[in-house]
């Protein structure tokens, strides 16, 4: 009876280490499933960030090439080229701190 009861006691224990190590395995399965969210929202906005920075390069060149054109309103053309610029600037500030 005595060896009956040892081996039931170390099966119990043997489950207990199991089940532990299991709890285990499911932490981490879902450190790495938050991680890989993260992940996937990381590039998702640097996409969107790409696709802005692509838009606004877009614009600035079709302006650079209106102000080539029309010089006689250069003045108000060089402002809005500088104002998009500025936001290529931001814009790549923003990519930088993502």
Do not use: P
């Amino acid at each position: 009876m005595k060896s009956t009861q040892g081996e039931a006691d170390s099966m119990l224990e043997i489950a207990n280490t199991i089940n532990g190590s299991y709890d285990k395995l499911n932490s981490a399965i879902d450190l790495v499933s938050h991680s890989s969210t993260d992940i996937s929202n990381s590039v998702a906005n640097q996409e969107k960030m790409m696709d802005a920075l692509n838009n606004n390069i877009e614009q600035i060149v079709e302006l650079a090439n209106k102000i080539a054109d029309q010089s006689s309103s250069s003045g108000e053309r060089t402002t809005k080229l500088t104002e998009l610029v500025e936001t290529q600037r931001q814009l790549v500030d923003k990519f930088q701190m993502s």
